[in-house]
């Protein structure tokens, strides 16, 4: 099992940055992908990003593309979500996950361990 811990949540204004950190433990070793998703009160769980846990490529929510920045840190087993130019409408609980396959996806269905969240909301 691959235990996942997030923080640094809070609450911003707009265009005020954020950044969100992923801590892996237990089974890493088998993690190919570590992604983001949110979730607001209503919606579904959305994805934001997604990075290769061995060699890095990136994909990003197309909401996201140009703010948002994730990054790893292997040394650390930890991923982070950095957010800049933030919009009110990025509040939302903020999950982190992970897969054990080598098919990258981009739906919650894709990834099979998860975070508690970290919620971040943005002021207007």
């Known amino acids: 099992q691959v235990q996942l811990i997030e923080s640094g949540g809070g609450l911003v204004q707009a265009g005020a940055s954020l950044r969100l950190s992923c801590v892996a433990s237990?089974?890493?070793?088998?993690?190919?992908?570590m992604a983001w998703f949110r979730q607001a009160p209503g919606n579904e769980r959305e994805f934001v990003a997604r990075i290769g846990w061995i060699s890095g490529p990136t994909t990003y929510g197309d909401s996201v593309k140009g703010r948002f920045t994730i990054s790893k840190d292997n040394a650390k087993n930890t991923v982070f979500l950095q957010m800049n130019s933030q919009k009110p409408e990025d509040t939302a609980v903020y999950y982190c996950a992970a897969d054990a396959s080598p098919v990258a996806g981009t739906r919650k269905q894709d990834f099979h361990y998860w975070g508690q969240g970290t919620q971040v909301t943005v002021s207007s």
């Open positions: 237990r089974r890493t070793d088998i993690i190919y992908n």
